[in-house]
Nanobody, 128 residues
Framework: QVQLVESGGGLVHDGGSLRLSCVAS????????VGWFRQTPGKEREFVAG????????DYADSVKGRFTISRENAKNTVYLQMSSLKAADTAVYYC?????????????????????WGQGTQVTVSS
């Protein structure tokens, strides 16, 4: 059974930075595409960033382009989301999601229904 555990959330001031981590266990992590999503109360979950199994492809929501960077370290079964220039609008619970891919599926998908495994989430709060 694949398990994902997020960490790194917390309280930060407007303009600050945080790095989220997603550690996977129970599967061959190097074959997983991984995405970060976020959700606030009363709103639908939204795609934030994604990375293909090889790391060669990444994608970002327009709202975070130029401020967030997704990366992966397969030797540590970990995907990171470096968040900079944080704004109050970035406040949300951030979820890591993963889906096993074939070698030829080296792309990112931004639909939450395309991901089979989800973490419990980590809270990010940006104070203005």
């Amino acid at each position: 059974q694949v398990q994902l555990v997020e960490s790194g959330g917390g309280l930060v001031h407007d303009g600050g930075s945080l790095r989220l981590s997603c550690v996977a266990s129970g599967g061959t992590f190097s074959t997983f595409a991984v995405g970060w999503f976020r959700q606030t109360p009363g709103k639908e979950r939204e795609f934030v960033a994604g990375i293909s199994w090889s790391g060669r492809s990444t994608d970002y929501a327009d709202s975070v382009k130029g401020r967030f960077t997704i990366s992966r370290e397969n030797a540590k079964n970990t995907v990171y989301l470096q968040m900079s220039s944080l704004k109050a609008a970035d406040t949300a619970v951030y979820y890591c999601a993963a889906d096993r891919k074939e070698y030829w599926q080296d792309f990112v998908t931004n639909w939450d229904s395309d991901y089979s495994y989800w973490g419990q989430g980590t809270q990010v709060t940006v104070s203005s």
